[in-house]
């Protein structure tokens, strides 16, 4: 019986070759992705686990956002990073409301106001990577206190009649005047915002660090209306002034 070998088409040589090539491709596509993976620092990978004791990194405002959407993970969240807190109570006020509220332990004063668990979740991860260090790396001491006007307030952006309702009518945003430190000194948005000092250092950098955190963060630089404090905010579009 006489073998008959038949000529490889140019057509099946050149499919051959393309498999071939995709084929490395997906290999080493696979590769560089356990490399990454492994190597990479969780904060920077969207697919790794949210953790209030990790730095801000690329990842972390996509995180925050899914988290945020999901009432059950978010108190998740809170739990796993140790922050206390208690279910907000609902109020319901016309185009007002305390929906999905937490009351979250910390350094804020006046203490636990309520607030929707996303900004609380914010909240607890600028104090935690942003106020901390900075204190310690700035002032050389430890932060006491974070005082603040207030989250809730039913009124329109402004309380001006005719326009949108405000993220404070929904407790969706944190309005930061203040600091005080362990060794007895105090750094306010009014009045070292734009100083050389240490204090103003320090307020320059919550600023700065809260707009890697919230999707709208207002200062002075913004408006005469933030004059005197930080106005933090949670989704939406981001804007960092």
Not at 53 to 61: F, K, R, V
Not at 108 to 116: C, F, G, I, K, Q
């Amino acid at each position: 019986m006489k073998l008959v070998l038949r000529e490889t088409s140019p057509e099946a040589r050149s499919l051959a070759s393309a498999a071939g090539f995709l084929l490395d491709l997906l290999l080493a596509g696979l590769l560089v992705f356990a490399l990454v993976d492994r190597l990479a620092p969780p904060q920077d990978l969207p697919w790794k686990p949210f953790s209030l004791n990790q730095p801000i990194g690329l990842a972390t405002a996509g995180k925050l956002a899914r988290i945020g959407a999901d009432p059950a993970a978010c108190r998740a969240a809170l739990r796993e990073g140790g922050v206390r807190f208690a279910e907000g109570e609902t109020r319901e006020t016309g185009y007002c409301s305390t929906r999905d509220t937490v009351r979250a332990a910390g350094r804020l004063a006046p203490a636990a106001p309520v607030m929707t668990c996303p900004l609380a979740l914010g909240y607890a991860l600028w104090e935690h990577q942003v106020l901390v260090p900075a204190s310690r790396e700035i002032m050389g001491s430890r932060l006491v206190r974070v005082e603040h006007y207030g989250t809730y307030a039913c009124r329109t952006i402004y309380g001006r009649p005719g326009e949108r309702p405000s993220a404070h009518a929904h407790a969706a945003a944190l309005d930061v005047a203040g600091f005080r430190f362990a060794d007895g000194r105090r750094a306010t948005v009014a009045a070292d915002f734009r100083s050389g000092s240490d204090e103003g250092h320090f307020v320059q950098a919550a600023r700065n660090g809260a707009c890697r955190v919230f999707g709208t963060v207002l200062s002075p630089d913004y408006n005469a209306a933030h004059r005197d404090h930080l106005h933090l905010e949670g989704g939406g579009y981001r804007l960092c002034r």
